[in-house]
């Protein structure tokens, strides 16, 4: 395999893993506006480690939503700026 088509292949990877985040996102995202337009929702978000360490997040929100996200999408390195986990902007008081 070439260096091109090995970033050929890599591009392609990295967006098939981008996908599934962003599949996951715009769901919640239509959800929501979908329970505003009726004027009520309750909805339960829930996420756990299945096999290679990738992520199972489910939507329940009268149907369920299962979506599949590699960790690497997932989890930033540990010097990335502004990691927000804590809830904090990462500068000091």
Known sequence: MTTRQRG???????????????RALRRLI????????HGYFEYRVTCDIVNHERRRVVI??????QFTIPKDECVRCADSPGD?????DGSAN
Do not use: C, P, W
């Open 84 to 88: 927000s986990s804590n809830g904090s």
């Open 8 to 22: 050929i292949r890599e591009d392609a990877d990295s967006m098939r893993r981008s996908a599934a985040t962003d």
């Open 30 to 37: 239509a959800e929501i506006h979908d329970g505003l337009r």
């Open 60 to 65: 329940y929100a009268g149907k369920t939503y």
